[in-house]
């Protein structure tokens, strides 16, 4: 099947539940067994079947078979948070000893985890260039185990050549793990690229209603029980809620993105024609660094994308351009059917590579209001900008 008709349908069995299309929520802490046999017999494979709430409910497992679907994926876990998904994915292939390689211009929290958790725990962070490609073979050492990958990158949306940095991760040994929430696992399937883990926000465009928090790790079945079993000591499982809700949203995820992109490119490209915006940061664009791999990998974009103002501008000018916007509030996360904008100052979150842009930035996400409203908005916004 073509992944539209599979992802309305991986995880659903109306015949188990009474011709009931979507499936049920289980809200389980407590399984019981009704033998000593039985309980011993499932407690030799609780990774596969239900054997304790935060193992796993019929609801999780629907909803992890729908990503799995989604992502191209042999299986997938659900954890509470975008975040929980990376710091879990990441502690269960590292120890005290080890080397990560991670994208400088990867999600803040994740660098706050490196150098905040994983560092105080003995394992080695090297952040590199995003745009280092195959010659990320150079920072590549004999306990290097991770190479994290975000492609596009956080704020700034710097695509990566992931097939060439999977290439010499592998050459190696080290696994090759990607943040894949702006692509929303549609657009970008990380596994025929070359990646072993593929981790998203489902929190944003997987949820798409801006009112779930969890995060998905999709991989292959050789790391699944490696990776299923340390979430399990540490804790980590989704509530059946968001797992329900999550599942709702995949049905109508390849709808909902087509009318992202479509508003974000328009809207992108009339950006490109104000005097106030100097750059656009958008993978779709020609100047946008990496284009050249967007265009070889990726099937589409999402709404997400970045802009930098003219210099001239100062912080007061922009609050007044953002305090005075009806459509596009500010807020963190994104992926809902809002639009949001936020100020952001990419240089304090650099490691090895260098912000040479001068001039305010925003980072914008398209929802899906009428385009020509959001136009109207932002063009009213420009104006407050230039009088202010």
Same mark, same amino acid.
């Given at each position: ?16 539940? #009474? ?58 876990? !659900? ?37 905040? #958790? @994983? /560092? ?13 490609? %195959?010659?990320?073979?150079? @920072?590549?050492? +004999? ?13 700034? #949306? ?20 990607? +943040?894949?929430? $702006?692509? %929303?696992? *549609? ?37 699944? /029980? ?9 804790? *980590? ?16 995820? =390849? !709808? ?13 490209? $009339? ?17 946008? =660094?990496?284009?050249?791999? $967007? ?5 589409? !974009? ?12 100062? %912080? ?10 009806? @459509?596009?509030?500010m807020g963190y996360s994104w992926g809902g059917y809002e639009s949001l904008i936020i100020p952001f100052n990419p240089k304090g979150a650099r490691q090895v590579t260098e912000w040479v842009e001068d001039g305010p930035c925003l ?10 409203? @959001? ?14």
């Open positions: 099947m073509k992944k539209d008709t599979h992802l309305l349908h991986a995880g659903r069995t109306p015949k188990s539940n #009474f011709g009931i299309v979507n499936p049920p929520v289980y809200h389980a802490s407590t399984v019981t067994f009704p033998t000593v046999a039985a309980m011993h017999e499932a407690g030799k494979n609780p990774t596969e079947g239900i054997y304790y709430g935060r193992m796993g409910t019929p609801t999780s497992q629907a909803f992890e078979e729908a990503v799995a679907a989604l992502e191209g994926a042999d299986k997938a876990i !659900a954890v509470q948070s975008g975040l929980a998904a990376i710091t879990g994915a990441i502690m269960a292939f590292v120890k005290a000893g080890d080397h990560i390689l991670v994208t400088d211009s990867v999600y803040f929290p994740t660098k706050k985890f490196c150098d905040e #958790f @994983l /560092k105080n725990f003995g394992v080695e962070v090297t952040y590199y260039d995003p745009m280092i490609g %195959a010659a990320i073979t150079d @920072l590549m050492q +004999d306990n290097t185990k991770i190479v994290f990958t975000e492609a596009p990158g956080s704020l700034t #949306f710097e695509v990566q050549d992931i097939p060439a940095i999977a290439k010499a991760a592998h050459s190696r040994g080290a696994i090759v793990m990607i +943040d894949n929430t $702006w692509a %929303a696992g *549609y657009y970008f399937n990380a596994f025929e690229h070359g990646c072993d883990v593929s981790i998203q926000a489902a929190t944003k465009y997987i949820g798409g209603h801006s009112d779930i928090m969890m995060g998905t790790i999709a991989l292959r079945e050789e790391h699944y /029980k490696q990776v299923k079993s340390k979430l399990y000591t540490l804790g *980590y499982c989704a509530s059946p809620d968001d797992c329900y809700l999550g599942q709702r949203g995949l049905r109508s995820l =390849p !709808a909902r993105l087509a009318r992202h992109q479509e508003n974000g490119m328009k809207m992108a490209a $009339w950006l490109k024609e104000r005097p106030e915006v100097t750059k656009v940061l958008h993978p779709a664009f020609e100047d946008c =660094p990496g284009h050249e791999f $967007w265009k070889r990998d990726f099937t589409g !974009a999402s709404g997400l994308f970045s802009i930098v103002l003219d210099g001239k501008y100062s %912080a007061q000018a922009v609050a007044a351009m953002l305090d005075g916007m009806e @459509l596009f509030p980072r914008i996400h398209a929802g899906q209001e009428n385009i020509d409203d @959001l136009i109207e908005d932002l063009n009213n916004g420009f104006e407050r900008l230039n009088k202010a």
